[in-house]
């Protein structure tokens, strides 16, 4: 199988400039010189900003989406949990330049700038309602070809949405690092690593500087325009309960009540220094309250859907009978329902290596190829701007 992963994965080629900044992923600096984390505009990537309403029973709800594009088919695309339609700015400005295509990227319920009157409620079922209604609103009751791609848990509704045959015009689906086995094996740990993260920020650069060195985005041009969808200044930073964490010039520091205690009870010189360093971190601490900025969405608190975006993904992403792709960042993170499937030619399978866990937003350029590719292969759409299908099919 591995050496069936080689053989089809594509060759690599000189990524062509987006429509933003240059890339920063592998960013060389000369001597002297700091990399820019100063936000980036969503104009950049995207011709278009609106907000959809989607009427229900007892309320109505605002969706947020970005979009480019007026002819060709549309790629509907699903963030990951805690991201935002920004998350896929590099990504749709490349993929638009290769192919003829619509790019929507819609913020799901409760994240970036959608507003919902039951934000609480982030099953899946819900969600992938969610996606058909706006879906109809968008396109009415004749809308064009949709090609679902999702990122983890957005691969995860995209399969659902799928699945339930919300998307009448449904040409195939991309599912984004994400796999059953994986994803709950590793739900035991997601709240020690979303304790890990920091609470709060400085500012919107703070943010930025923080998700690149920490690895959560490694692109530096992605994190540029997508970490604003991630997180929002604080609505009572004043009255808000004690800090834990703070970043203060792109590092984080910990605040122990033990050390400051320590530090109180110290004597002398040990003890001025103590309560000099104290002095530092309550100015620091009210500097943050001032005007800090924290997550957009507590996700420790989505617990209990977790288990129902996951369970029964792979079979439920099996039985769809439209075209598959499947991208990964790792070929380890395969179970082994969808190894057989693979074996057996079900989907298309690629892994993109030296990615972290938001691969779109990593590698943009090498994504939009595979799907370019898999688009251009099953003839859902044409290639322009000079784009080359190398798939030994096309």
Same mark, same amino acid.
């Given at each position: 199988?591995?050496?069936?992963?080689?053989?089809?994965?594509?060759?690599?080629?000189?990524?062509?400039?987006?429509?933003?900044?240059?890339?920063?992923?592998?960013?060389?600096?000369?001597?002297?010189?700091?990399?820019?984390?100063?936000?980036?505009?969503?104009?950049?990537?995207?011709?278009?900003?609106?907000?959809?309403?989607?009427?229900?029973?007892?309320?109505?709800?605002?969706?947020?989406?970005?979009?480019?594009?007026?002819?060709?088919?549309?790629?509907?695309?699903?963030?990951?949990?805690?991201?935002?339609?920004?998350?896929?700015?590099?990504?749709?400005?490349?993929?638009?330049?290769?192919?003829?295509?619509?790019?929507?990227?819609?913020?799901?319920?409760?994240?970036?700038?959608?507003?919902?009157?039951?934000?609480?409620?982030?099953?899946?079922?819900?969600?992938?309602?969610?996606?058909?209604?706006?879906?109809?609103?968008?396109?009415?009751?004749?809308?064009?070809?949709?090609?679902?791609?999702?990122?983890?848990?957005?691969?995860?509704?995209?399969?659902?949405?799928?699945?339930?045959?919300?998307?009448?015009?449904?040409?195939?689906?991309?599912?984004?690092?994400?796999?059953?086995?994986?994803?709950?094996?590793?739900?035991?740990?997601?709240?020690?690593?979303?304790?890990?993260?920091?609470?709060?920020?400085?500012?919107?650069?703070?943010?930025?500087?923080?998700?690149?060195?920490?690895?959560?985005?490694?692109?530096?041009?992605?994190?540029?325009?997508?970490?604003?969808?991630?997180? /929002? #200044?604080?609505? &009572?930073?004043?009255?808000?309960?004690?800090?834990?964490?703070?970043? @203060? %010039?792109?590092?984080?520091? !910990?605040?122990?009540?033990?050390?400051?205690?320590?530090?109180?009870?110290?004597?002398?010189?040990?003890?001025?220094?103590?309560?000099?360093?104290?002095?530092? /971190? #309550?100015?620091? &601490?009210?500097?943050?309250?001032?005007?800090?900025?924290?997550?957009? @969405? %507590?996700?420790?608190?989505? !617990?209990?859907?977790?288990?129902?975006?996951?369970?029964?993904?792979?079979?439920?992403?099996?039985?769809?009978?439209?075209?598959?792709?499947?991208?990964?960042?790792?070929?380890?993170?395969?179970?082994?329902?969808?190894?057989?499937?693979?074996?057996?030619?079900?989907?298309?399978?690629?892994?993109?290596?030296?990615?972290?866990?938001?691969?779109?937003?990593?590698?943009?350029?090498?994504?939009?190829?595979?799907?370019?590719?898999?688009?251009?292969?099953?003839?859902?759409?044409?290639?322009?701007?000079?784009?080359?299908?190398?798939?030994?099919?096309?």
């Amino acid at each position: 199988m591995e050496k069936n992963l080689h053989l089809n994965r594509l060759p690599s080629r000189p990524p062509l400039p987006a429509r933003g900044i240059q890339s920063g992923s592998k960013m060389r600096m000369g001597p002297g010189r700091k990399r820019d984390f100063s936000p980036v505009p969503w104009s950049q990537y995207f011709e278009n900003m609106e907000d959809v309403e989607v009427e229900n029973e007892t309320s109505t709800d605002t969706f947020r989406i970005y979009s480019s594009g007026s002819e060709g088919p549309v790629l509907l695309l699903l963030h990951g949990g805690g991201h935002s339609a920004l998350s896929w700015a590099v990504f749709s400005a490349v993929i638009f330049n290769w192919i003829k295509c619509r790019v929507v990227a819609v913020d799901l319920r409760a994240h970036g700038d959608t507003t919902v009157n039951s934000s609480d409620d982030l099953s899946a079922d819900t969600m992938s309602k969610d996606i058909g209604k706006v879906i109809e609103v968008l396109y009415g009751e004749n809308p064009p070809p949709i090609m679902l791609i999702g990122h983890s848990m957005g691969g995860a509704i995209a399969v659902h949405t799928a699945a339930a045959n919300l998307v009448p015009s449904l040409l195939g689906i991309c599912v984004i690092d994400v796999v059953e086995g994986t994803a709950m094996d590793a739900l035991n740990s997601m709240q020690n690593f979303l304790r890990s993260r920091p609470k709060t920020f400085k500012s919107l650069e703070n943010a930025i500087e923080w998700s690149v060195k920490s690895g959560q985005i490694r692109n530096l041009e992605s994190a540029r325009v997508s970490m604003g969808g991630q997180v /929002k #200044k604080c609505e &009572d930073p004043v009255g808000s309960p004690g800090i834990s964490k703070t970043i @203060i %010039e792109g590092i984080i520091e !910990e605040e122990e009540e033990e050390e400051e205690e320590a530090e109180r009870e110290g004597g002398g010189e040990r003890g001025n220094e103590g309560e000099s360093n104290n002095k530092r /971190k #309550k100015e620091d &601490d009210l500097e943050v309250k001032e005007c800090p900025y924290t997550w957009r @969405i %507590e996700l420790a608190k989505t !617990e209990k859907y977790w288990d129902g975006w996951f369970r029964g993904l792979s079979s439920l992403f099996l039985s769809c009978s439209v075209p598959k792709l499947l991208l990964l960042a790792g070929v380890d993170r395969l179970d082994k329902d969808l190894t057989i499937g693979q074996m057996q030619g079900k989907f298309q399978m690629q892994v993109l290596p030296q990615c972290g866990h938001a691969v779109h937003e990593d590698a943009p350029e090498k994504v939009a190829e595979a799907l370019a590719t898999f688009m251009v292969r099953h003839k859902f759409t044409e290639t322009k701007g000079g784009f080359q299908c190398m798939f030994p099919a096309c």
